[in-house]
């Protein structure tokens, strides 16, 4: 069984700044892209940013400069700094995994999601 685990949500004032990150577990063999995505009430979930086993990095316009995504390739995790926040940036956040399990099937994985709140 695959897992993933985010952490790092909360409520943060305009301006201010938020690091999340996401845990793996479970059988693994090789985890390819990594990534963030976010969904507002009333919105479609969306990719705010990911990131491929080689560091190859991809970002939603919305947040390019304010945030960045990290990954540790030896733990199978993934941060996201998040700096100069907006209450637009108000949304739960979802990791997301390519994940290849030790007996061969590839997957797509989520976590549960983290709630992050930008308000005065």
């Known amino acids: 069984q695959v897992q993933l685990v985010e952490s790092g949500g909360g409520l943060v004032q305009p301006g201010g700044s938020l690091r999340l990150s996401c845990a793996t577990s479970?059988?693994?063999?090789?985890?390819?892209?990594m990534g963030w995505y976010r969904q507002a009430p009333g919105k479609q979930r969306e990719l705010v940013a990911s990131?491929?086993?080689?560091?190859?990095?991809k970002y939603a316009d919305s947040v390019k400069g304010r945030f960045t995504i990290y990954r540790n390739n030896a733990e199978n995790t993934v941060d996201l700094q998040m700096n100069s926040l907006k209450p637009e940036d108000t949304a739960v956040y979802y990791c997301?995994?390519?994940?290849?399990?030790?007996?061969?099937?590839?997957?797509?994985?989520w976590g549960p999601g983290t709630q992050v709140t930008v308000s005065s």
């Open positions: 990131i491929t086993s080689d560091g190859s990095t």
């Open positions: 479970g059988s693994i063999f090789r985890v390819n892209v």
């Open positions: 997301n995994a390519d994940i290849i399990r030790r007996y061969g099937s590839q997957n797509w994985y």
